[in-house]
Nanobody, 124 residues
């Protein structure tokens, strides 16, 4: 089992940057592909980005491509989401998640473990 704890959220002006971190417990972190999702009030949870177990492959939602970068450090059991050029529409609760299923899924149901979320608010 994996426990996930996000941090790094906050309030930032449009055009600014934030880096989210997600610390995982357990010694099997490198066995999981990791993803970031987000959920705004009244909306469904949506895929943001994912990184493969080795860190060698990444995928992004079209809405964040070129602005966000996902990475991981298996030695530190941590996955990161660097968010640049933030927009008001990026305002959401951001969740990290882990999946032991096949690589590349963008579906919420494919992920087995979830963190509690961290709020990101972008002001204009």
């Amino acid at each position: 089992q994996v426990q996930l704890v996000e941090s790094g959220g906050g309030l930032v002006q449009a055009g600014g940057s934030l880096r989210l971190s997600c610390a995982a417990s357990g010694r099997t972190f490198s066995s999981y592909d990791m993803g970031w999702f987000r959920q705004a009030p009244g909306k469904e949870r949506e895929f943001v980005a994912a990184v493969s177990r080795s860190g060698g492959s990444t995928i992004y939602a079209d809405s964040v491509k070129g602005r966000f970068t996902i990475s991981r450090d298996n030695a530190k059991n941590t996955v990161y989401l660097q968010m640049n050029s933030l927009k008001a529409e990026d305002t959401s609760v951001y969740y990290c998640a882990a999946t032991g299923a096949g690589w590349g899924s963008k579906k919420v149901d494919s992920y087995d473990y979830w963190g509690q979320g961290t709020q990101v608010t972008v002001s204009t």
